[in-house]
């Protein structure tokens, strides 16, 4: 039987987590995308913490243009505050989707504002 996009994307999705873990010292990068915004956050695994989280909605009115140009806004934003908070290096925890489009703008972006993967 066929399985649907969702269900495929949780099979990807617990296969990442099975082998990605997020620590005090280098949290875990969660990205997830819905059809109208896009939403980061870094993650403590062990203490179960979110340590800073960054999302299009909080960003609507500094936002113009399409959604790669809001992925890497959010990128930018988030590494400020990982940055602001002493967290340089971090795990990319993509959620099931591909590494293409918006994700990776929001990867790329991260990168560039100084955070290390």
């Not at 997020?22 to 875990?28: F, K, M, N, Q």
């Amino acid at each position: 039987m066929a399985t649907s996009k969702q269900e495929r994307r949780q099979r990807i999705k617990f296969g990442i987590r099975a082998k990605v873990s997020g620590t005090a010292e280098r949290p875990r990068l969660s990205v997830f995308r819905s059809n109208k915004a896009i939403y980061a956050q870094l993650i403590d695994d062990i203490a179960g913490n979110t340590l800073a989280s960054v999302s299009s909605v909080e960003l609507k009115s500094e936002i113009e243009g399409n959604n790669v140009e809001t992925a890497k806004k959010v990128g930018q934003r988030l590494a400020e505050k990982a940055l602001a908070k002493n967290i340089d290096t971090i795990v990319f925890d993509r959620n099931g989707y591909l590494y293409h489009g918006k994700v990776k703008a929001l990867a790329d972006a991260a990168r560039e504002g100084g955070l290390k993967f």
